[in-house]
Structures are given as structure tokens and as C-alpha cells.
């Protein structure tokens, strides 16, 4: 089931209960091939903390999304930056995944950051991103073998 967890307003802040052991969601997380099933294909993707990689979605977006892993805790946590270059003036956000053992599964939580909600253009584009993730979600849940 995925729910808000609605803890600030200006963050997309989206959670979801997998069946499956951390390992398994840091790895859908974390391996490129799977990544490009439910997510976005990355290039250059490593989980080392520096790495600069891309998402490329050339049939839902007219430029790449560059991106900076900020940390990398196996099974934990994983975070990165969120930027569009194209958008004048440049967005960028933060996004981060944790996960905590539960049961006989994983509480995953998805925050993203760095929305001004007081700039109407940024309130747009933070409720935009939060249907997106909401959309996405479940193609994880798949890709998992839920």
C-alpha cells in the first residue's frame, strides 16, 4: 500500500510497504538494468558518494536529468540530487530513498526536497513530481516481484 506520510508540505513525501527484504529494494534501487524497468535508464550510475550520473527519459522529457550521489548506505539509504539543466533558471532538488526492515518486508520512503512552495511555477512542479512518484511506485512493486 503506498501512503503520504505528509510531514512538510513544501517535500513530496511518498511511502510504500514492499514484501521483500532490504537487500531486494537496494538492489532495485541501486542496479541500472532495474532502474531502467521502473524508474529511468542511468548512465554512469555507481552508488560511490560524488558519482555524477544521468537519467535519460528521451519519450516523457526533452532533457536529461543530472544527478549527484550525495549517500549510499547499503539496505539503508540512498540519496542524490535531481537536476533539470534545461529549466531556466535550473532546477534542482534532492531526492531520497530509505528503507527499514518490517515484518517480512520493507517500509520504503521516498522524500524529495528543494521546492519553493511560496513560487507558483514550484508548487506546480512539486505536485507534478508527487503524482509521477506515485505513478512509479508500483512499477517498482513489479519489478520486485510483488
Given at each position: 500500500?503506498?501512503?503520504?506520510?505528509?510531514?512538510?508540505?513544501?517535500?513530496?513525501?511518498?511511502?510504500?510497504?514492499?514484501?521483500?527484504?532490504?537487500?531486494?529494494?537496494?538492489?532495485?534501487?541501486?542496479?541500472?538494468?532495474?532502474?531502467?524497468?521502473?524508474?529511468?535508464?542511468?548512465t554512469?550510475?555507481?552508488?560511490?558518494?560524488?558519482?555524477?550520473?544521468?537519467?535519460?527519459?528521451?519519450?516523457?522529457?526533452?532533457?536529461?536529468?543530472?544527478?549527484?550521489?550525495?549517500?549510499?548506505?547499503?539496505?539503508?539509504?540512498?540519496?542524490?540530487?535531481?537536476?533539470?539543466?534545461?529549466?531556466?533558471?535550473?532546477?534542482?532538488?534532492?531526492?531520497?530513498?530509505?528503507?527499514?526492515?518490517?515484518?517480512r518486508?520493507?517500509?520504503?520512503?521516498?522524500?524529495?526536497?528543494?521546492?519553493?512552495?511560496?513560487?507558483?511555477?514550484?508548487?506546480?512542479?512539486?505536485?507534478?513530481?508527487?503524482?509521477?512518484?506515485?505513478?512509479?511506485?508500483?512499477?517498482?512493486?513489479d519489478?520486485?516481484?510483488?
Open positions: 500500500m503506498i501512503s503520504d506520510a505528509g510531514l512538510d508540505p513544501a517535500a513530496v513525501e511518498v511511502g510504500a510497504f514492499l514484501s521483500r527484504p532490504t537487500a531486494a529494494v537496494w538492489h532495485a534501487l541501486t542496479d541500472p538494468d532495474l532502474l531502467a524497468r521502473w524508474l529511468m535508464r542511468p554512469g550510475f555507481t552508488t560511490s558518494v560524488g558519482t555524477h550520473f544521468i537519467f535519460s527519459a528521451p519519450a516523457q522529457s526533452p532533457c536529461a536529468i543530472v544527478c549527484e550521489i550525495l549517500a549510499a548506505r547499503p539496505d539503508e539509504q540512498l540519496t542524490y540530487s535531481w537536476t533539470y539543466p534545461g529549466a531556466d533558471p535550473p532546477i534542482r532538488w534532492i531526492v531520497d530513498w530509505t528503507m527499514q526492515p518490517q515484518g518486508g520493507t517500509r520504503l520512503l521516498l522524500t524529495q526536497t528543494g521546492f519553493d512552495i511560496e513560487d507558483r511555477r514550484q508548487k506546480m512542479m512539486r505536485n507534478a513530481m508527487e503524482r509521477g512518484w506515485r505513478n512509479v511506485l508500483p512499477r517498482l512493486r519489478v520486485l516481484g510483488h
